[in-house]
């Protein structure tokens, strides 16, 4: 049996335009909506088959002291982290008590930075240089404690764990 094909056609086009104004569109409307391969206009959506262009990365270029000896990188960055915790202390966005944390770690961090940095870079540490850092950091640590007030915190604590054992004692022969 062969194919019977449906095909728009003109005929009667006369009729149907006095009853609905024509636009010029063929029978089928191919002008009604756009796909993803044709516009709506009825041309080719050639933009479809671009190619897209490849983002630009967003990564920095290290400099290339940093590639040859990035333990520098890693002591250079500890060092600006300790310039923001200062401007924010100064600011109040950090607490003294949090600050002297913070402190305490990243001296112990830079101190371990500054001695792999030496190691990479083949100086040698010396140890009056060890010592003179040992004492700037008790020094550090004492001022920084004085304006915390936590001079009497060992004999507090002392007094407190006498007072608990005391307290447990007359509790244990008092009760049956």
Known sequence: MPRLF???S??????????????GESPNNRKCSSTELFLPNGQANTGMFTEQPKP?????DIPIEYKICPQQRTYDRIEELE?????????????P?????????LDRKKERAWVLLCKAKGWEVE??????????????????YK??????????????????V???TIHWLITP
């Open 147 to 164: 304006n915390i007030k936590w001079d009497g915190a060992p004999e507090l604590l002392r007094i407190s764990i006498i007072l608990v």
């Open 127 to 144: 140890e009056e240089q060890e010592i003179e850092q040992q004492t700037e950091q008790e020094e550090t640590q004492t001022f920084r």
């Open 83 to 95: 310039q923001q915790l200062e401007k924010d202390l100064e600011t109040g966005a950090v607490s």
């Open 97 to 105: 008590e949090s600050y002297n944390e913070h402190r305490d770690l």
């Open 10 to 23: 003109w005929v009667g086009a006369a009729e149907e335009s006095a009853k609905m104004p024509w636009s």
């Open 56 to 60: 630009k990365s967003r990564r920095k």
């Open 166 to 168: 005391v307290i447990g």
């Open 6 to 8: 449906i095909q728009p």
